[in-house]
């Protein structure tokens, strides 16, 4: 069975940091990986997608890595701002025929201080 | 394009009542999920649709009908409500490959007393 881990679990840092958010997988035969981001009270909102033959995804600020070999991808957030506090999720993917089964990691709740 | 739309978006039932969650999308996505989050557990997937007429249990199916009889539509019926199913619900859809970012409503909020 599939199982994903994020850490860490909470994060708190200074306004402008540059940071990272770890996830993993113990299965490594994954179609996609994609990382989602939460504000309280509301649903996921879809950051990056990554299929398994690709090894990075960048959006803006964000960059995802993803090696698939050893079961990792990483969230990196670069000079990150007060607005970017929120809970981020990553999700893997096993096969294309379940393409609409997803994994989740418990998530990294994010607070950004001004 | 109002996306997923959930209704309602809280709710309160008493133990053995019954009830359906509605999810809507006018995105014409194929695929359908409905997702629980419960606090340490994280999402967990309830059933999935793959296109009209079709559909099938996830992870955590028990106490959970589907039916699947538009595109648009991919209703949740809680047979007979417990207090172990309070939670958060989260109705996804995805369209046909090559894409396969998956768009989330904004949840409905059950608690079951």
């Known amino acids: 069975k599939q199982e994903v881990t994020q850490i860490p679990a909470a994060l708190s840092v200074p306004e402008g940091e540059n940071l990272v958010l770890n996830c993993s997988f113990t299965d490594s035969a994954i179609y996609n990986l994609q990382w989602f981001r939460q504000d309280p009270g509301k649903g996921l909102t879809s950051l990056l997608l990554i299929q398994s033959s690709q090894r990075e995804q960048t959006s803006g600020r964000l960059n995802a890595s993803l090696d698939k070999s050893s079961g990792r991808s990483t969230l990196y957030i670069a000079a990150s701002q007060p607005g970017d506090s929120a809970t981020y999720l990553c999700?893997?993917?096993?096969?294309?025929?379940?393409?609409?089964?997803?994994?989740f990691g418990e998530g990294t709740q994010l607070t950004v201080n001004p | 394009n109002a996306g997923v739309t959930q209704t309602p978006k809280f709710q309160v039932l008493k133990t053995g009542q019954s009830m359906t969650l509605q999810c809507a999308q006018d995105?014409?996505?194929?695929?359908m999920s409905w997702y629980r989050q419960d606090p340490g557990m994280g999402l967990r997937l309830i059933h999935y649709s793959v296109g009209a007429g079709i559909t099938d249990q996830g992870e955590v199916p028990n106490g959970y009908n589907v039916s699947r009889s538009t595109t648009e539509d991919f209703p949740l019926r809680l047979l007979s409500a417990a207090p172990s199913q309070t939670s958060v619900y989260f109705c996804a859809t995805r369209p046909r490959a090559p894409s396969y970012e998956q768009y989330f409503g904004p949840g409905t909020r059950l608690t079951v007393t």
């Open positions: 995105m014409n996505h194929e695929y």
């Open positions: 999700a893997v993917s096993l096969e294309e025929t379940s393409g609409s089964r997803l994994t």
